[in-house]
């Protein structure tokens, strides 16, 4: 410890405060130290310093497609990253189908487990545009979208597949009349339907040029025989994921914390070739050195799964070490297909902002 500067932890400490050490029969250094003295005597100062968190903190996309990406959130403690997980989850909110009007069902599938199948479909509609729906709110053109299945399978027809293409958009509200006591009193007024639209969704720009649709078209609903027949009309909202996961926006949200592989020995020839072999997913390679010698590299850290087949047995545990970095985490999002996953990170963001400054509100 006197060959130490003062203000510096020794290594093997700094390694435990910043690694997740993972031996071939359990990981070991798991916590994080959050007290803010613990290194006191070495003269580390422990405490959370927001200029460092700013400092520190970064973003990397790896990988974005149209429906999941992959990134790296760097200087982030593990609390804060499952906080953006479950929030992903649970509520960030997307328009799922939630009440379902039958005219006609005929199939062999229940109304109930029908319903349920339709508010399973995603659909691809921004929910930013629109308001949440109260029980004592009416239907309108701002909170609610319609949807129309009218499919019939004629007798002496072969079997035919409903799939969620039929799925129409009515953007004039609902087609079905509702039925009152007094609805033949003014037999000249236009018939109350089940929405109160004012106007058309088509008139509103969001929507002129994108149509509201399921965001897949081959998802089967149903199957009807020879003379079956389905009508009904589902009704979207806006909601969140912990309320029914129909409505959580991802399809997963996950992360890991960075692998870090390092060889303690150098790795050479046949040992070498074992050591590659023992690997299912290609973290090691070779290369040459010269005068027909050849060794083991560390070729793929970040494909390292944690399986540690490479540590069990004939001491390897002596040559290689498997760590996490604490404080890196990969994070990946598959989004359901309402908003590109790189909207729902930025969305995720806003709502944890609003959770601090409720906490902060209140505090005050």
């Known amino acids: 410890m006197d060959d130490v500067p003062m203000g510096q932890l020794p290594p093997h400490i700094q390694l435990q405060r910043t690694r997740v050490f993972c031996a071939s029969d ?10 803010s003295g613990a290194y006191a005597s ?6 959370f310093r927001l200029e460092d968190f700013v400092k520190n903190f970064r973003v990397e996309v790896v990988r974005l497609t149209e429906d999941d990406m992959e990134f790296d959130m760097i200087g982030i403690d593990a609390a804060l990253a499952n906080a953006f997980r479950r929030i992903l989850i649970a509520e960030v909110p997307t328009m799922a189908i939630e009440k379902v009007l039958f005219a006609n069902n005929t199939s062999v599938i229940q109304d109930e487990v029908l319903a349920h199948r339709l508010g399973l479909i995603p659909i691809k509609a921004d929910p930013r ?6 029980v004592n709110d009416t239907p309108n053109e701002k909170n609610t979208i319609v949807f129309k299945l009218h499919v019939k399978c004629k007798r002496g027809d072969p079997r035919i597949t409903v799939k969620s293409d039929q799925l129409e958009w009515l953007p004039n509200g609902s087609e079905f009349q509702l039925v009152t006591d007094n ?13 109160s639209f004012s106007s058309s969704q088509t008139s509103l720009p969001e929507f002129s040029e994108n149509s509201i649709a399921s965001k897949h078209d081959d998802i089967i609903i149903a199957k009807l025989g020879p003379g079956q027949e389905i009508e009904l009309e589902a009704h979207a909202v806006k909601g969140v994921g912990k309320t029914h996961a129909k409505w959580s926006p991802v399809a ?19 040992k070498a070739e074992e050591l590659v072999k023992k690997c299912p997913v290609n973290v090691f390679d070779i290369e040459d050195v ?18 540690r087949e490479c540590i069990r047995g004939n001491d390897w545990e002596k040559l290689i070490a498997l760590r996490r970095v604490k404080n890196h985490f990969i ?31 209140d505090l005050l």
């Open 26 to 35: 359990a990981p070991t250094q798991t916590e994080n130290v959050q007290y």
């Open 183 to 195: 609805s033949n009193s003014n037999s000249n007024s236009k018939p109350k339907t089940y929405t």
């Open 290 to 307: 010269g005068k027909g010698k050849r060794r083991a590299i560390v070729a793929q850290p970040r494909a390292c799964t944690l399986c």
């Open 42 to 47: 070495m003269g580390v100062d422990n405490s």
């Open 331 to 361: 994070f990946t999002i598959e989004s359901s297909g309402a908003l590109p996953p790189e909207v729902l990170f930025t969305e995720a963001v806003k709502v944890l902002e609003d959770k601090c400054a409720e906490v902060i509100s």
């Open 252 to 270: 997963t949200a996950w992360y890991r914390m960075l692998p870090e592989v390092v060889l303690l020995e150098e790795v050479e020839d046949q």
């Open 129 to 134: 545009l629109f308001e949440y729906m109260s």
